[in-house]
């Protein structure tokens, strides 16, 4: 089993705010953010599901899951003619172009920006929600159509966000949490953001569900006998919503899970320490589970390899970015669950169109493929899973252009 590398840490440091699209959230622009609910607390709390009726049964669904999985679930976008808006101009504001997870969506965002015939400009937040607040004002100041945020949640940036909009300036935004999200109960500031008609338009069910299908992933395999360690970074919005829909495919299934939580200042030699930790104290432990990918290559896989576990418990990774996918080939992970970055770029900028129409949005289609080492692993090391339907091309033709 493969060690983590320098070479590794050092393609990482792209990814460890990756988090751009799990961004920090707080209820205002200095607030701390309101930790979600969860089976234990730091420090590991181990909690453990009702013992399912039917676990045979349990087991059956996760793996029918697994394989839709597999198959993936993203559809071609809706293809009901909308005409591109005309002559609009649009400031793009990333939380980090140092981070691959804002990186490649809002490349897509501005590639389905400048198909419509739009004129963009981008703003880089440096992974410095410091700085945000004053982008927005920034870009205010030169009276765009609209400005699109990528991976930076509407509560650290309201008040210029309220400003934007009194300007008559329409807000659009991918990876982010509007401040009429429940935890953050504020009044709605985002015109547009992508349509998941499978969540029923509610991104946070769309969260969700995302992430039951890696618990199911689990349960497939080991059933009510799943045994897992889940980590967890209590930062990130995002982060609320997947750790929700893992525990609640987790305990459908029957099985244990033992939480604990780090900070992303911990990614690491200290996450690294507290992974072998934990597991050394639980050593029944069968699944561990990595929120997302800067955290499986920052010290998840090299504190199970630590603590002597490699190749005796599944792990579950997160996004699926390239470096995870090398790990994926080693066997360092067992399964990742990607959603096409680039597709959900594409379907903000549909949404903002339609909200410049004045029309409502329509399906994006936007699904995930769930993918391990024998189910749609790219050929090549170092490269991006991209298996997806050709939806450019529907979005094209629906727009006109």
Not at 118 to 134: H, K, Y
Not at 365 to 370: A, D, F, I, Q, R
């Amino acid at each position: 089993m493969m060690s983590i590398h320098t070479s590794a840490r050092r393609r990482a440091a792209a990814t460890v705010l990756a988090l751009s699209a799990l961004t920090l959230s707080a209820c205002g622009e200095d607030a701390a953010p309101e930790a979600p609910a969860a089976v234990g607390t730091e420090g590991s709390t181990g909690a453990s599901a009702p013992a399912s009726a039917a676990g045979g049964d349990a087991k059956a669904a996760a793996q029918a899951n697994v394989e839709k999985g597999y198959a993936g679930t993203s559809t071609l976008p809706d293809a009901t003619p909308r005409p591109a808006a005309k002559g609009k101009r649009v400031i793009f504001i990333s939380s980090g172009q140092n981070s691959i997870s804002t990186a490649v969506p809002l490349a897509g965002q501005m590639e389905a920006a400048k198909a419509l015939g739009w004129q963009t400009q981008l703003l880089d937040g440096q992974s410095n929600p410091a700085l945000w607040p004053g982008l927005v004002r920034q870009a205010i100041a030169s009276k765009p159509d609209a400005i699109s945020l990528q991976a930076i949640d509407c509560p650290l940036v309201a008040k210029p966000l309220e400003e934007a909009r009194a300007a008559g300036i329409k807000i659009s935004a991918g990876y982010s949490f509007d401040c009429d999200d429940p935890k953050f109960k504020g009044a709605k500031h985002f015109d547009a953001i992508p349509f998941y008609a499978s969540a029923k338009g509610d991104p946070g069910e769309f969260t969700r569900t995302y992430a039951e299908l890696q618990a199911d992933s689990a349960i497939a395999r080991f059933g009510d006998k799943a045994n897992v360690l889940q980590f967890n970074d209590e930062e990130f919005r995002i982060l609320d919503y997947t750790s929700e829909g893992f525990q609640r495919g987790i305990k459908k299934g029957g099985g244990k899970i033992v939480y604990s939580t780090f900070l992303v200042s911990e990614l690491g030699p200290k996450l690294e320490a507290k992974v072998s930790g934990e597991l050394l104290k639980n050593p029944d432990v069968n699944v561990v589970k990595s929120p997302y990918t800067g955290a499986t290559l920052l010290g998840i896989v090299s504190g199970i390899q630590k603590a002597g576990r490699a190749g005796k418990v599944m792990v579950i990774g997160g996004e699926g970015f390239a470096p995870e996918l090398d790990l994926v080939r080693t066997g360092a992970v067992d399964t990742v669950n990607i959603t096409p970055p680039a597709w959900v770029g594409w379907a903000t900028i549909d949404s903002l169109n339609s909200a410049f129409n004045g029309t409502a949005p329509v399906d994006s289609g936007v699904g995930w493929t769930l993918v391990d080492k024998d189910h749609g692993l790219p050929p090549k090391a170092g490269t991006e899973f991209n298996d997806f339907p050709d939806f450019r091309s529907v979005y094209k033709k629906a727009w006109g252009v």
